[in-house]
């Protein structure tokens, strides 16, 4: 189910660099390439999870909290207090890496919660 060739599995291979704001045991967090709002963080498991759904139902609970954790560590070092959190789940959903990623986006009046 999990295909290891998508961009952020060769980020972690350290194929590829990134722009790190955060690194533990659990989880990597770089600056999107392509950033949709002024602060605009990806977070991703070291574990290999295709989608939020898949991360859910297979990672262990200290990978769950490790994962959650970073969430603060990455608020509060950089300083963001309102953000939006996103990630995309299958393809109509607008998932285009097949690696679990949250969107930390921040830095601007973000507005509905979905474009019309
Ligand atoms: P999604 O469309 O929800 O799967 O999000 C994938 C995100 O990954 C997009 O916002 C891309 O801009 C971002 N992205 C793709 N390649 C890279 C990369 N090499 N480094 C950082 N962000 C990337």
Partial sequence: MYDSHNVFAKIL?????????????YALAFYDISPAAPTHI???PKGAYSDAAD??????ETEIIG????????????SITDFRL??????RAGQTVA????HILAGKDMGPL???
Wanted: proline share 4%; net charge neutral; glycine share 4%.
């Fill in 13 to 25: 291979r350290g194929e590829i660099p990134c722009s790190t704001v955060y690194e533990d045991s």
């Fill in 55 to 60: 991360f859910s139902a297979r990672a262990s």
């Fill in 42 to 44: 990806i977070l991703i």
């Fill in 99 to 102: 690696h679990y990623h949250v």
């Fill in 67 to 78: 994962f959650s954790r970073a969430i603060a560590h990455i608020t509060h070092t950089q």
């Fill in 86 to 91: 996103i990630s995309n789940c299958g393809p």
């Fill in 114 to 116: 979905l474009a019309q």
